[in-house]
């Protein structure tokens, strides 16, 4: 299996609604990413994990909860988003260290997110 | 810290024409780069990547050499088709304290017509 699943594919949620983007691979990566991409930009690195423990927040609100329950899952939890946020969400996985450099980064097709 | 630097598009191109994508870099340390290619409404693809000066990569007719000396990773292909039509990231991932990040240069949105 040399993919990433990310689902949903779309989700419409409202300001006050909880909700939480799914991803999973089983490629035995040790290293999974979110990144946000917004229409005609590149895409915008949120958080890093590295065995399951959170190496890199890249200054998130707190309204994106990221958690990573084991080796082949990586959940973002959303509350109290704003429409601002609507964007292509991205799950991404790697080898660790020098592996990631090595061997790159398999990316998920995305969640496409949209606040009402 | 790292940066990529591509060209701005939409480069627009004829069937069979010649493509060239311009990427330099600026890093520490020796990182590996990439290109990835995002079609409509879809994720990232890797498309080639090299890991150390002077290495090539490969891919669907596609190609890329790391040149440290020009910090460049300038993105070929001899004739395009309709099917390429895609935006294309060039990218770096390195070491850093916290683990590895990839960063993305602004991405070149390339349309191939008949």
């Known amino acids: 299996d040399t993919e990433v699943t990310q689902t949903p594919k779309h989700l419409v949620m409202g300001m006050t609604n909880k909700k939480s983007l799914k991803c999973e691979q089983h490629?035995?990566?040790?290293?999974m990413y979110w990144y946000k991409q917004k229409a005609k930009k590149p895409p915008e690195l949120m958080f890093v994990?590295?065995?399951?423990?959170?190496?890199i927040n890249e200054s998130v609100p707190s309204r994106f909860s990221p958690e990573c329950p084991n080796s082949s899952l990586l959940n973002l939890h959303l509350h109290a988003l704003q429409p601002e946020d609507s964007a292509l969400y991205l799950c991404?996985?790697?080898?660790?260290?020098?592996?990631?450099?090595?061997?790159?980064?398999?990316f998920g097709s995305g969640t496409r997110l949209t606040v009402v | 810290g790292n940066s990529v630097t591509q060209m701005e598009g939409p480069v627009t191109l004829s069937e069979e024409a010649f493509l060239t994508i311009n990427c330099t870099y600026t890093?520490?340390?020796?990182?590996?780069l990439f290109w990835y290619v995002q079609y409509p409404g879809e994720g990232l693809q890797l498309l080639l990547k090299?890991?150390?000066?002077?290495d090539k990569g490969s891919n669907k007719g596609f190609e890329a050499t790391y040149r440290k000396e020009t910090t460049s990773f300038h993105l070929e292909k001899g004739s395009v088709q309709v099917s390429d039509s895609a935006v294309y990231f060039c990218?770096?991932?390195?070491?850093?304290?916290?683990?590895?990040?990839?960063?993305f240069g602004t991405g070149t949105q390339l349309k191939v017509e008949l």
């Open positions: 991404a996985s790697s080898q660790e260290g020098v592996g990631a450099n090595n061997y790159g980064y398999t």
């Open positions: 490629m035995g990566h040790r290293a």
């Open positions: 994990y590295s065995y399951e423990k959170l190496s």
């Open positions: 890093a520490t340390g020796y990182p590996s």
């Open positions: 090299a890991t150390k000066a002077d």
């Open positions: 990218a770096l991932s390195g070491l850093t304290g916290g683990g590895n990040k990839l960063t």
